[in-house]
């Protein structure tokens, strides 16, 4: 018996740009993973800190919204905290990301579920995919400029910018799985695995 074929392909919705939409289908596919990743996971280990100035897992999965919303907007030449509140009903730094070297994660976050920050992945997707959908291929190297928060100026290409959301969210998906596995190991020896 021949062993069965298994594919994997990307489906890319029909819209003006269809690079765009690829990008969005290559998002959602990597959203269907983490979220898939991330089944069983409890309010405790969403606010699971390792050590003061740490990221949590929520943090993290609040952070990858607040990015899509916020270089998207860049694009549109429309960033500003409040159109991002507008958006997500939290602000680009209800994240807590940076926190300082002894920092905690922010209350805004305290006692989240995943439900709450799968509903909020979906609202920065859904917005992401309604403001895309709208632009043709030849506005993909259209360059907005962004002021950083240092007052420095930069060029950037809606090509680059959904480049940097996808690459974004793919790293922070690397490192919630690293969280995931500290969590499960907290408290063991490492020379045996075996808890204290």
């Known amino acids: 018996m021949a062993p069965k074929l298994i594919t994997r392909h990307i489906a890319v919705a029909r819209g003006r740009s269809r690079e765009a939409a690829s990008f969005l289908a290559q998002m959602d596919d990597q959203s269907r993973r983490l979220l898939a990743d991330l089944r069983g996971v409890t309010t405790a280990e969403l606010q699971w800190q390792p050590k003061r100035g740490m990221n949590t897992l929520g943090m993290l999965l609040a952070h990858i919204a607040i990015v899509e919303v916020y270089w998207l907007q860049v694009a549109m030449e429309r960033a500003s ?22 920092g905690s994660p922010p209350r805004v976050l305290r006692g989240r579920t995943l439900g709450w920050y799968t509903r909020l992945l979906a609202r920065a997707r859904k917005w992401a995919k309604r403001t895309v959908r709208s632009w043709p291929d030849t506005t993909m190297e ?4 962004r002021t950083r928060r240092d007052g ?27 969280l995931r596995h500290l969590y499960r190991d907290r408290g063991r020896s490492p020379a045996s695995g075996r808890r204290k």
Do not use: C
């Open 81 to 102: 905290d409040a159109a991002l509140k507008h958006v997500l009903h939290i602000g680009g730094d209800d994240d807590g990301i940076p926190l300082p070297p002894t």
């Open 142 to 145: 259209r360059f907005a400029v």
């Open 152 to 178: 420095a100026k930069s060029g950037v290409s809606r090509r680059w910018i959904l480049y940097h959301v996808l690459e974004h969210e793919a790293g922070h998906y690397g490192q919630i799985l690293l």
